[in-house]
């Protein structure tokens, strides 16, 4: 996996449009983070956003393939991670739509923070 330079330019440009956007070298990838959350990834010159089963059905609707991995095994691993459409990368109205897909799904995916309670010494 990898991405090339002008790619990753090119599409940190277009997902500025959903607003402000971090990111992050993982694994040969580019991960693109909204307010601390993973929306997408630059993958192999091509953008994966992030879905899960109440958004999946859009992707699949286009005919969007889903992100998969080989296994050691010879198993491919599916992530939860669609192919953008193409348009999303000329139309900035398109990749603020599908990014906030992605968002709402990062957000369902979001763990909740584990509370902590102190205990107290008695004597």
């Known amino acids: 996996m990898s991405v090339k330079a002008e790619f990753e330019d090119f599409v940190a440009e277009q997902i500025s449009a959903f607003g402000h956007i971090t990111q992050k070298r993982m694994f040969g990838a580019l991960a693109f983070y909204h307010q601390g959350l993973i929306i997408g990834m630059a993958i192999d010159d091509a953008l994966y956003l992030k879905a899960d089963d109440q958004s999946k059905s859009g992707f699949e609707a286009e005919g969007l393939p889903q992100f998969t991995y080989g296994h050691k095994s010879g198993k491919q691993i599916g992530m ?31 763990k909740p923070e584990k509370k902590t309670t102190k205990k107290i010494k008695t004597s």
């Open 80 to 110: 939860s991670y669609w192919r953008a459409p193409e348009r999303c990368l000329d139309d900035p109205d398109e990749m603020k739509a599908w990014c906030s897909l992605a968002y709402q799904a990062a957000l369902r995916a979001k």
